[in-house]
């Protein structure tokens, strides 16, 4: 356990299914964020929320929308996914930007579109 | 980002050291040396970082050239739940939020 919590740990979802990833953590981090890693590729930056507040997006389709209601609950909704979104899709966070004190991640979402 | 090299792949005996190398030609002086390693499945998980001087925690010690342009991450006593990809990433303070991610070195620890 890492102290940051993805839930579900597996999902497999049709193209015209709607679903939503939760991450939530209790470090006291105030900044959170998505990755993708698809296979054989590394991790992709997708989202970046501080205090809430999104501070960046990697160019990432619309059909990913995130959520962030407050700095321990993190979510990824996803509508109309292709199946070359299927990936390992990660949360991490931090205090402040990371950089001086390292970044925590989850265990993961395995997402299969089908 | 500043770039990182390292070998793609290396291994190790169980109960041996291992010093996996990096090396960061580019780096500037207020660039942080992070690394980070990933189990088959798994998100990746903190080992060390540091600036300047040698840091030592409880999984590894990370040893920085007096140059800075190359560190190196070293394992005491490898295990064989110390297989994983290690990566060694720099952290600009002008990238703000951004952790980049290369291919890494997929240590293998033969028991």
């Known amino acids: 356990e890492t102290g940051v919590t993805q839930t579900p740990r597996h999902l497999v979802m049709g193209m015209t299914n709607k679903k939503s990833l939760k991450c939530e953590q209790h470090?006291?981090?105030?900044?959170m964020y998505w990755y993708k890693q698809s296979a054989k590729k590394p991790l992709e930056l997708m989202f970046v929320?501080?205090?809430?507040?999104?501070?960046e997006n990697n160019s990432v389709p619309s059909r990913f929308s995130p959520e962030c209601p407050n700095s321990s609950h993190l979510f990824l909704h996803l509508h109309t996914l292709q199946p070359e979104d299927s990936a390992l899709y990660l949360c991490?966070?931090?205090?402040?930007?990371?950089?001086?004190?390292?970044?925590?991640f989850g265990s993961g979402t395995r997402l299969t579109v089908v | 980002d500043a770039k990182t090299t390292q070998p793609n792949s290396m291994e190790s005996n169980e109960e041996e050291p291992v010093h996996l190398p990096c090396n960061h030609s580019t780096i500037s002086g207020t660039d942080y040396i992070h690394w980070y390693r990933q189990l088959p499945s798994q998100g990746p998980e903190y080992v060390i970082h540091g600036l300047t001087s040698n840091v030592n925690n409880r999984m590894a010690s990370l040893a920085i050239a007096e140059d800075r342009k190359s560190s190196t991450l070293i394992l005491h006593r490898a295990t064989l739940r110390d297989a994983a990809v290690y990566y060694c990433i720099l952290i600009e303070e002008t990238s703000g939020s951004r952790l980049t991610f290369g291919e890494g070195t997929q240590l293998t620890v033969n028991p």
């Open positions: 991490a966070s931090s205090q402040d930007w990371g950089r001086v004190y390292g970044y925590t």
């Open positions: 470090l006291g981090h105030n900044a």
């Open positions: 929320y501080n205090f809430k507040e999104q501070t």
